[in-house]
């Protein structure tokens, strides 16, 4: 298992493909050790996370995560934050 660490899903596949971006966060959070996070930085070009991404994993992770939109960074890209209970 990994502990917080900041996967990158802003490249072209994922701002065509909502749904690798959804699998890819997914995957990446499965892969983060519990009591940790990791911050999931998506795709400038498709605005906030918490508009499409947050409550997919809310679906998928129920209470078992906690997610909070940290900000936009400065490679154009959003950071959401996600925290492994």
């Given at each position: 298992?990994?502990k917080?660490?900041?996967?990158s899903?802003e490249?072209?596949?994922?701002?065509n493909?909502?749904?690798?971006?959804?699998k890819?966060?997914?995957?990446?959070i499965?892969?983060t050790?519990?009591?940790?996070?990791v911050n999931?930085?998506t795709?400038?070009?498709?605005?906030?996370?918490?508009?499409?991404l947050?409550?997919?994993?809310?679906?998928?992770?129920?209470?078992?995560?906690?997610?909070?939109?940290?900000?936009q960074?400065?490679?154009?890209?959003?950071v959401?934050?996600?925290?492994?209970?």
């Amino acid at each position: 298992m990994v502990k917080s660490w900041s996967v990158s899903l802003e490249h072209e596949e994922y701002e065509n493909d909502i749904d690798l971006l959804v699998k890819d966060a997914i995957d990446a959070i499965e892969q983060t050790s519990s009591g940790c996070y990791v911050n999931v930085v998506t795709p400038g070009t498709l605005g906030n996370p918490d508009d499409y991404l947050t409550e997919a994993l809310d679906l998928i992770f129920s209470d078992k995560i906690k997610t909070k939109f940290i900000d936009q960074c400065g490679c154009g890209g959003y950071v959401l934050r996600v925290w492994k209970k």
